[in-house]
């Protein structure tokens, strides 16, 4: 039997630039693939056109080749691969799973809250189709207002049947997306959602581990039901902790986190950049 070849990536947003968290995921994800003789890979998560900006991209790429890290290219950025996520959804709505859904957050959360609103684990959206008479779902659509798709879960669920997937650290995981509720697979203001995106992202690069950090592990119940549906391989997965400052709060761009630029600006070098996020001697 042929041994399979590990591919781990690293899939920022260039919604801002690198810091430490980042730097630290990176390493992660490039040690477990050199740990095992495989493959890292780099992809630019870039579907949020609003966010997102090409400064912020170059910027990546300097900042990763900087900290002694390569990769192949070319780099798969999500913008140029908007048929990929068209395709996967015109195959979920062929079997019956998807619906649009006009409401904004802001109705939606009225809604929820509501005495009469649907039942479901926690605030996890379910049916809100059903939250607006028929009549007027189908005004607002005609009228041109923006739709989000979302997966009716239970049908998807129910289809795909008991599912699970594995953990590295935490081991063998049933899934259990229903806690999700209807998740938006392709929102209001561009095509994909995130689910969707890197579901097919990972299955077209031949990902074979996916290394991210512990916020993420609850969205794998989701992502393993996509990989059903669509009849995509699973790869194995490894949840990493979040890099934290001395005071316990975690390093991310909305909170100013020191960036890769501002150290080196400062005089850091690779080398003592590697060490504080624990992947001390040489880079490449």
């Known amino acids: ?55 912020f991209d170059a910027a990546i790429l300097e900042d990763l080749a900087w900290l002694g890290l390569e990769w192949p290219e070319p780099v798969r950025r999500q913008s140029a691969h908007m048929a990929d996520y068209a395709a996967a959804l015109d195959r979920l709505d062929g079997m019956g799973l998807l619906y649009p859904c006009v409401l904004s957050r802001k109705e939606l959360a009225a809604a929820l809250s509501a005495p009469h609103g649907p039942p479901g684990p926690g605030a996890a959206p379910a049916d809100t189709d059903r939250l607006l008479p028929r009549a007027e779902r189908a005004r607002r659509i005609a009228a041109g207002e923006p739709v989000a798709l979302r997966l009716r879960m239970a049908r998807a669920a129910a289809l795909a049947g008991p599912l699970a997937w594995r953990d590295l650290d935490a081991g063998e995981q049933r899934a259990a997306p229903e806690a999700f509720g209807d998740t938006v697979l392709a929102r209001k203001d561009f095509p994909a959602s995130y689910h969707l995106a890197v579901v097919v992202d990972d299955a077209l690069q031949g990902v074979t581990l996916v290394t991210r950090g512990a916020d993420l592990f609850e969205a794998t119940h989701v992502h393993r039901l996509l990989q059903a549906l669509l009849g995509l391989p699973v790869p194995e997965y490894r949840h990493h902790r979040l890099l934290a400052d001395a005071a316990g709060r975690r390093h991310a761009k909305r909170d100013g986190a020191p960036t890769l630029r501002a150290l080196r600006e400062a005089g850091r070098t690779p080398e003592e950049v590697r060490a504080m996020v624990g992947f001390g001697g040489a880079g490449r």
Do not use: K, N, Q, W
Not at 12 to 33: D, K, Q
């Open 1 to 55: 039997m042929t041994r399979t070849e590990v591919v781990a990536r690293f899939a920022p947003s260039p919604t801002g630039r690198l810091h430490l968290g980042h730097a630290y995921s990176a390493l992660f994800a490039r040690e477990a693939a050199r740990a095992a003789g495989g493959r890292f890979l780099l992809r630019i998560e870039d579907i949020d056109a609003g966010r997102c900006r090409p400064e």
